[in-house]
């Protein structure tokens, strides 16, 4: 494979700001269905009270290990998808999806049947011991994780759909299940008395439709569906850096639920709001990461480092832009915004402690993300993986525990998380500063 520099730039209208929004607004939108569902389900089951808030943020935090798992496959198949696609060979880039399909469905079939065994010990060790946040986290994982299938199916779909530069069916598929499902979440809670429960029938509901949306897509495109395990070893060799980054990620994330729940129900029904809110901002904010894999893919497939380049300046510029934007709104919402979550004051007064590190991740975190973007479509994923777990492992997980060792309550917990940011911003600015990133071919 080539790994010269391309003296041209064919790929410099890629970088302008009019082709980065045609893929990153439809991504936006596909990206907040989920989060935004999540936030609707917060609200609902928040007026149930302190118990069912806290359930949901412990069974809710198990969930996102599985949606990163998704992202895992959506992000390692866009990559390969867009490289084939900028070299010209669409059927290829199609089969990447076919057989990232495979993969998710066999990982969500096992998370489905893993939670309906393990679902109780796991909410035992998250909620520090037995007692009713335990039982309830249990009941509803059991449910929440038989739409795991779907969900993963959904994410395969959005990464080879991604890589052919195709993000107007996924905003479909994903928009109109999780529409669905945010008006049954309320009904089945309340009117039909299912309380907890309901919101987990909901979720499932959502994740399985839009799964089997996204398989229809693969039909219709009258490609061969068989299995290929060859080309299924080689997304696994990808994916694995990606899987120990997203450990990284979740370790972490379910360490913080875990102090936050030694420090009481109201704080950690509180850090549930933080994070949901911080997972919804993170990922909007992700939508220029979104169009930065495709983009970037693309370019380095045709061979385009300087336009690969180019791009990742105005789309770092464009990340830090957008999370300023973020933090002035959600500045201005911290008086009002914890109330809509929660009606219990000590949670609401536990969320004010957040508030202001949630407020300062935001410039920071769009620039972060923006980067992991460009870094994941140049294929990449070797540095991303070092950095995360150097970031997690000497900077969040130390930070977290210690502020359990010295009651720092949730304030510390947050600086943790800053910390974590700022270290990976710091290193992912170095590297593809260096431009050693930028390697162009069909395949890395």
Not at 408 to 422: E, H, K
């Amino acid at each position: 494979m080539s790994q010269s520099v391309a003296t041209t730039s064919p790929a410099s209208d890629a970088a302008s700001p009019r082709r980065i929004a045609a893929l990153a607004l439809p991504a936006l939108v596909v990206l907040a269905a989920e989060p935004l569902y999540v936030l609707v389900d917060t609200a609902v089951v928040g007026h149930l009270g302190r118990v069912p808030l806290a359930a949901l943020a412990v069974g809710g935090t198990v969930m996102t290990l599985t949606a990163w798992i998704g992202t895992v496959v959506a992000y390692g198949t866009t990559g390969r998808s867009a490289r084939r696609f900028g070299a010209g060979d669409r059927a290829a880039a199609v089969a990447e999806g076919v057989q990232s399909s495979w993969l998710a469905l066999a990982v969500g079939v096992l998370v489905a049947l893993a939670m309906q065994v393990g679902a109780g010990g796991l909410a035992r060790t998250l909620a520090g011991g037995g007692g009713d946040v335990a039982g309830a986290a249990a009941q509803w994982l059991r449910i929440a994780a038989l739409g795991a299938p779907g969900l993963l199916l959904a994410a395969a779909g959005n990464g080879w759909l991604r890589g052919i530069q195709d993000t107007r069916r996924p905003l479909l598929f994903v928009l109109a299940p999780n529409l669905l499902s945010a008006l049954l979440c309320p009904l089945l809670v309340y009117p039909a008395g299912l309380g907890l429960a309901g919101s987990a029938v909901a979720n499932a509901i959502a994740q399985t439709l839009s799964g089997c949306l996204f398989a229809a897509a693969l039909v219709r495109e009258r490609v061969s569906l068989r299995p290929r395990p060859g080309l299924i070893r080689q997304q696994l060799v990808l994916s694995r850096d990606l899987l120990i980054r997203g450990v990284a990620f979740q370790a972490s994330f379910l360490s913080a639920t875990a102090v936050a729940a030694r420090f009481g129900a109201a704080a950690v029904g509180a850090h549930q709001i933080a994070l949901q809110l911080w997972f919804f901002t993170a990922l909007v904010l992700d939508a220029l990461a979104i169009a930065a894999q495709a983009l970037i893919g693309a370019a380095l497939g045709a061979g385009d480092a300087a336009g690969a380049r180019a791009l990742a300046r105005r789309i770092a510029l464009l990340g830090g832009a957008c999370g300023v934007a973020f933090a002035l709104l959600i500045a201005a919402g911290a008086g009002v915004v914890p109330s809509w979550f929660s009606s219990d004051p000590q949670v609401r007064e536990q969320a004010m402690v957040a508030w202001p590190w949630f407020v300062a991740l935001q410039p920071i975190g769009g620039v972060v993300f923006a980067l992991d973007g460009v870094l994941i479509g140049a294929g990449d994923v070797r540095y991303l993986r070092n950095l995360t777990i150097v970031a997690a492992l000497g900077g969040f997980l130390p930070a977290i525990w210690l502020a359990y060792g010295l009651d720092l309550g949730l304030g510390g917990i947050w600086a943790g998380l800053m910390l974590f940011v700022v270290l990976r911003l710091v290193a992912l600015l170095l590297r593809v500063r260096s431009g050693g990133w930028a390697v162009v071919g069909a395949v890395r």
